[in-house]
């Protein structure tokens, strides 16, 4: 059974820093790597999506890596600002099936 | 881009009363849609995959006849609580794909906030 982790659990960082957010999964063999963030009580917003075949995308800020045979992606969030505060969730989609495995996700606060 | 409405947002009701949450993609065929439950500071856990016209698959520990999901055309998928208990309170949420949208992200809903008295 695919295992998604998430490290840290809860980060807190002053405006202007950049970060890392961490995502490992146990089972290789997926088929994506979507990176979503979720603000309080809301939905999911997908904010990246690496396919097994790539290495990073980027967006803006945002750039996610995906290095599948190690089963680890990271989000790099550049100069931070107060609106990035989040939960930023990681989730692999396996190679059969559309259903997506969840990370517990990273609580972000970016203070002023 | 691709949206995902899910309707209600908020639902507070009595124990014992059946609920149904409305998912519904609004400018593409979703062939499957996915129903997801969260827990407070939980991440999401898959309950069940919808497929257009077919019944619904269940994952383990969910009792398909407490949660009762209709895929009845390719815009609109319903999940009905029924009997619902204090135990059922959560955040529901669907997400919807359509077999050509392979390589693109899976879309969600804004969720359903359900608490039961």
């Known amino acids: 059974k695919q295992e998604v982790t998430q490290i840290p659990a809860a980060l807190s960082v002053p405006e202007g820093e950049n970060l890392v957010l961490n995502c490992s999964f146990t089972d290789s063999a997926i088929y994506n790597l979507q990176w979503f963030r979720q603000d309080p009580g809301k939905g999911l917003t997908s904010l990246l999506l690496i396919q097994s075949s790539q290495r990073e995308q980027t967006s803006g800020r945002l750039n996610a890596s995906l290095d599948k045979s190690s089963g680890r992606s990271t989000l790099y969030i550049a100069a931070s600002q107060p609106g990035d505060s989040a939960t930023y969730l990681c989730?692999?989609?396996?190679?059969?099936?559309?259903?997506?495995?969840f990370g517990k996700g990273t609580s972000l606060l970016v203070t002023p | 881009g691709a949206v995902v409405s899910q309707h209600p947002s908020w639902v507070i009701c009595k124990s014992g009363t059946s609920v149904k949450i409305e998912c519904r993609s609004l400018?593409?065929?979703?062939?499957?849609m996915f129903w997801y439950r969260q827990f407070p500071k939980q991440s999401l856990m898959l309950m069940a995959t919808?497929?257009?016209?077919?019944?619904?698959?269940?994952e383990q520990g969910v009792e398909k006849d407490k949660f009762l999901i209709n895929h009845a055309s390719l815009t609109l998928s319903t999940l009905t609580v029924t009997s619902a208990h204090p135990e059922d309170s959560s955040f529901y949420i669907c997400s919807a794909s359509s077999w050509n949208t392979g390589n693109q992200p899976q879309h969600f809903g804004d969720g359903t906030r359900l608490s039961i008295l």
């Open positions: 989730a692999v989609r396996p190679n059969s099936g559309y259903a997506l495995n």
């Open positions: 400018d593409f065929q979703a062939t499957t």
């Open positions: 919808s497929n257009e016209g077919s019944k619904a698959t269940y």
